[in-house]
C-alpha cells in the first residue's frame, strides 16, 4: 500500500473559476464519521455568510450501512436540498467503494476525494484491486487516510485527513475558513483536540498538493 | 437571528417560540428529533415544557388534546405509521374541537428510508376534515408553527403538520422570532362527550367549519402564485416547490401549495390559463386526484398516476426536471465494482446473541416460524441470520404468532423489543394469555429505543412485572443475559419455553451497546468532580 496517493492530473482549481456554488456528497459507511465532516464545513459556511442546505440520512440506515449527505453551498440562494444527477463537484468519501456508490451525481468537471482503505463488513464486497484500478480510471485523489491520521498522532483523526484532502477543491471556502471552523468545532473539547484536529487536516492538505 | 436548523429543529423551535406547553410523542424516524431538541432546549427546560417520550402515539395525542382542552398550546410528534396508532382519537379531536392549539405533526416517509411504507398524511387531514400544513423549507416549517396555532385556535380545530424525510433531516438557516408567552390554564367549558347526541352536534359544526378553513387556504400566504407565459401550469406541493424551481427558476406558471384544504380558486384560474396541469408532490397522488375531480374529465391533469413522475419514492431533483423536460442524466457510467452495503446489527449487540441462540434451538424445528416486529432487531431478517417470518407494525409479533398458534402452526415464537412491547405488545399478550396460546415471546430488551438513536423506553425495569401482571404463569417467565458465553443457557431456556404448552415470554436483557457507550462518556466527564479512586481493585 505504498503507492496510494495518486498524483493531480489537473492544477488545483482557482478561487475565480470556481463559479457561485459547491456542491458536494458526503459519504461512506455508518459509524465513520461523514456527519462531523459536514458540521465542519456548515460552519465554515455559516461562517462565511453564505447559503447552505444539508440533507442528511438519520435512522435505520446508519447502522453499518452506506450513509451519505448532500452538501450544498452558495453565494444564491438554494432552492433543492438535494442534488441532482451530474450536479456534484466534489465526492467526499471515507470509503472507496462508496465513492463510486454516487458517481452519477458526479458532474463532468467534479473530482472524487476518498480513503483508499476498504471497509469489508459484506461478504460480497468487490475484488479490492480491481476497484482500486476503476478508481484511478475517475478524477480522483485518494489517500491511505487511517496511516496518515496515527502517523502525525491521532488515530482518530482521519475525517479531518481527508476534509484536509478535499479543501482545496471546496472553491468556495478558502483552507482558513475551514481551519476556523474545526477550531470552533471542536473547542469545547479543549486546545489539545483542536491542535491534534488541525494538524490531521494539514497533513491531508500536504497529502493532496505534490 | 440566524440559526442553522435541521427541518426537524425548526419545527420544534417555532413550537417553543410560539408559546408551546407541551409536546406529546413516541420516537419515529424522521420525526424523532422534534422531541429532543425540545427536550434539551433551555428555554423550554426554564418554562417546564413537557417533553417525556410517551409510551405510543395513541396515548400521546390524547394527552395532548387533554392539554389543549385545558386551553394551552399542545404538539404531537410521530411519524406517518404513528398516525395509524393515534387514529381513533386524532379523527375524533376534529369532533370535539380543540381549545388551545393543537398541531399534530406526521413526518411522512417517501421511499421508506425507514418505514414499512409510504402512506401520505394529507389524507388523514381530508380524511378528518381538518387543515393541513405542508412546508417548503425549514424556515416555512419554523413559521407555520405559530401560523398553525394561531389558526387552530381560530378554528377551534386541530391542524396537521406534514412533513417528508428531506425536510425533516436536512438544515438551512432559519430566522429566529422572539418567544412568546405560554397560554394560561383556561379549561374549556363546553362538553367534549361525544355521545351520539352531542357528537352528531358536533360533526355539523365541524362540517359548517369547511367554508372558513377553504377561505383560509385560498387567503394563505403559504399558497402562492406564480406567473410566466407557459402553457403547462404546475401545482407545486411542499418541497416540490424547491424541485421546480430548481428546474425552472421563474419560468414557472405555478401555485405553490402549503396549506389545505386545496385553494380551489387559485387552481381553476391557473387551469383557466394553462393548455394543462402537472401535479408535483411528494408521497402519493393526494392532490392529482383531487384536481382531477375538480376540473372534470375534459382537462389534462398530469403527475404520479399519468406517469409523467414515478407512481412511487420521493420525489428528486432528477425526476422533477424530467417530468418538466429538463433531465440532465449522469455523465459517468454506474461502477463496475459495486455492492449493495445493507444495514445491519452492530458488532456486540444483545440482539445478535438473541438470534444466534434462537436460531441454533430452531434447527431442530423444521415447522418453526418467528413473527418479528419493528426496530433494530428486524434487520434479523437479513444475513447472517435470516430469522425472521414477518414484520408488520408495531406488537404484530405476539398477535400474529397467537393467529398462527391458533391456526396449529408449532412453533410460534414471537421476537419483539422492550420499547415496542410497551407500545403496542402488552394487549397482545394478554390476549393470548386469555386464550392460553402455545407461544414463545422473547422480549429482547436493551434498555432503551434503539432504532431511533437511543430514547427512554418506557417499560424499564418492569418487564417482569408487567408480564405477571397480564397473568404469564411466574416459572414462565424467564430472563437472560444474551452474551456469547452464555449460549448453553440462553439456548437451554428457549427449548424449555418452546417445549411449554402455553404462553411463555423470555426476557434477553442486556443495554444497547450504543447508550452503554454513551452512558460511559457521561459517566466518564463527571469522573474530575468525585475524589479519585484509591488503589486498584
Known amino acids: ?37 459536514a458540521t465542519i464545513i456548515g460552519e465554515a459556511a455559516t461562517k462565511a455568510g453564505l447559503y447552505l442546505k444539508q440533507a442528511e440520512v438519520h435512522g435505520m440506515s446508519q447502522r453499518g450501512g452506506d450513509v451519505q449527505s448532500n452538501l450544498r453551498l452558495s453565494t444564491e440562494p438554494i432552492w433543492s436540498d438535494l442534488i441532482a444527477e451530474a450536479g456534484a463537484d466534489l465526492i467526499i468519501s471515507m470509503e472507496p467503494m462508496e465513492a463510486m456508490r454516487y458517481l452519477a451525481y458526479l458532474s463532468k468537471d467534479g473530482k472524487i476525494v476518498t480513503s483508499s482503505k476498504p471497509f469489508v463488513n459484506i461478504p460480497n464486497y468487490p475484488d479490492e484491486a480491481a476497484l482500486q484500478q476503476e478508481l484511478d480510471t475517475l478524477p480522483s485523489v485518494k489517500l491511505d487516510i487511517d496511516t496518515v491520521a496515527k502517523d502525525c498522532g491521532n488515530p482518530r483523526g482521519a475525517n479531518m485527513v481527508l476534509l484536509g484532502m478535499a479543501a482545496p477543491y471546496i472553491g468556495i471556502l478558502s483552507v482558513e475558513n475551514l481551519r476556523e471552523a474545526i477550531a470552533t468545532v471542536f473547542a469545547r473539547k479543549g486546545e489539545q483536540i483542536v491542535e491534534a484536529n488541525l494538524k490531521a487536516f494539514d497533513a491531508g492538505i500536504q497529502a493532496s498538493n505534490p | 437571528m440566524k440559526k442553522l436548523l435541521l427541518g426537524d429543529e425548526a419545527i420544534a423551535l417555532g413550537a417553543i417560540n410560539a408559546g408551546l406547553s407541551g409536546v406529546y410523542a413516541y420516537p419515529g424516524t424522521p420525526s424523532t428529533e422534534i422531541t429532543e431538541y425540545i427536550q434539551n432546549n433551555p428555554l423550554a427546560k426554564e418554562r417546564g415544557v413537557h417533553s417525556r417520550w410517551c409510551t405510543n402515539e395513541k396515548t400521546a395525542m390524547e394527552a395532548a388534546l387533554g392539554m389543549s382542552y385545558a386551553g394551552k398550546r399542545a404538539l404531537v410528534c410521530m411519524k406517518h405509521v404513528g398516525m395509524n396508532v393515534c387514529a381513533d382519537a386524532f379523527v375524533n379531536s376534529a369532533i370535539t374541537g380543540v381549545k388551545g392549539g393543537l398541531i399534530v405533526l406526521a413526518a411522512d416517509d417517501p421511499s421508506m428510508h425507514s418505514s414499512q411504507n409510504e402512506q401520505d398524511s394529507r389524507f388523514y387531514a381530508k380524511f378528518a376534515l381538518v387543515p393541513c400544513l405542508e412546508p417548503s423549507n425549514q424556515q416555512e416549517a419554523y413559521d407555520m408553527m405559530a401560523y398553525g396555532f394561531d389558526l387552530s385556535e381560530k378554528l377551534g380545530e386541530p ?21 412568546k408567552a405560554e397560554k394560561s390554564l383556561s379549561p374549556a367549558t363546553d362538553q367534549w362527550v361525544l355521545l351520539p347526541g352531542i357528537a352528531r352536534k358536533k360533526y355539523v359544526k365541524l362540517l359548517e367549519k369547511q367554508d372558513a378553513m377553504k377561505q383560509a387556504s385560498e387567503e394563505s400566504i403559504y399558497n402562492k402564485v406564480e406567473k410566466a407565459a407557459a402553457k403547462t401550469g404546475i401545482l407545486a406541493c411542499g418541497i416540490a416547490y424547491n424541485y421546480v424551481k430548481e428546474a425552472l427558476g421563474n419560468d414557472a406558471n405555478l401555485v405553490k401549495i402549503s396549506q389545505y384544504p386545496l385553494p380551489e380558486a387559485k387552481i381553476k384560474a391557473l387551469a383557466a390559463e394553462c393548455d394543462e396541469l402537472m401535479v408535483i408532490e411528494d408521497g402519493q397522488p393526494v392532490v392529482e386526484e383531487l384536481v382531477k375531480g375538480l376540473l372534470g374529465a375534459g382537462y389534462s391533469v398530469k403527475g404520479r ?19 418538466l ?29 438473541v438470534y444466534a441462540a434462537l436460531n441454533q434451538v430452531l434447527a431442530d424445528y423444521p415447522d418453526h416460524r418467528v413473527f418479528g416486529d419493528i426496530g433494530c432487531y428486524t434487520l434479523g431478517a437479513l444475513p447472517p441470520f435470516q430469522s425472521l417470518s414477518s414484520c408488520v407494525d408495531m406488537g404484530a409479533s405476539i398477535t400474529m404468532a397467537k393467529g398462527a398458534a391458533d391456526a396449529g402452526l408449532f412453533p ?71 452474551l456469547p458465553k452464555n449460549m448453553p443457557e440462553i439456548t437451554r431456556v428457549i427449548k424449555e419455553e418452546i417445549e411449554y404448552k402455553g404462553v411463555s415470554v423470555i426476557i434477553p436483557r442486556r443495554e444497547c451497546i450504543q447508550t452503554f457507550a454513551r452512558h460511559a462518556k457521561e459517566k466518564k466527564k463527571t469522573l474530575p468532580q468525585t475524589p479519585p479512586l484509591q488503589g486498584g481493585e
Open chain 2, 159 to 179: 391542524i396537521v403538520l406534514r412533513v417528508v424525510t428531506r425536510l425533516a433531516h436536512s438544515r438551512a438557516a432559519v430566522e429566529v422570532t422572539e418567544p
Open chain 1, 1 to 37: 500500500m505504498n503507492n496510494n496517493q495518486s498524483k493531480l492530473s489537473t492544477p488545483l482549481p482557482t478561487r475565480e473559476g470556481s463559479g457561485g456554488g459547491s456542491d458536494i456528497i458526503l459519504c461512506g459507511v455508518g459509524g465513520q464519521g461523514i456527519l462531523s465532516i
Open chain 2, 305 to 323: 398516476l399519468t406517469g409523467d413522475l414515478p407512481r412511487t419514492g420521493e420525489l428528486t431533483p432528477d425526476c422533477v426536471a424530467k417530468a
Open chain 2, 325 to 353: 423536460g429538463k433531465e440532465t442524466g449522469a455523465v459517468f457510467a454506474p461502477a463496475k465494482n459495486m455492492a449493495a452495503r445493507p444495514p445491519q446489527l452492530c458488532q456486540g449487540c444483545g440482539h445478535r446473541d
Open chain 2, 412 to 482: 410460534a415464537v414471537a421476537i419483539i423489543g422492550d420499547s415496542t412491547f410497551t407500545h403496542s405488545g402488552m394487549t397482545g399478550l394478554l390476549d393470548a394469555v386469555n386464550d392460553k396460546a402455545n407461544i414463545t415471546v422473547i422480549i429482547s430488551d436493551n434498555l432503551t429505543t434503539g432504532m431511533t438513536g437511543g430514547q427512554d423506553s418506557a417499560g424499564t425495569n418492569k418487564y417482569e412485572a408487567i408480564c405477571l401482571g397480564l397473568g404469564v404463569e411466574p416459572e414462565h417467565v424467564r430472563v437472560v443475559v444474551p
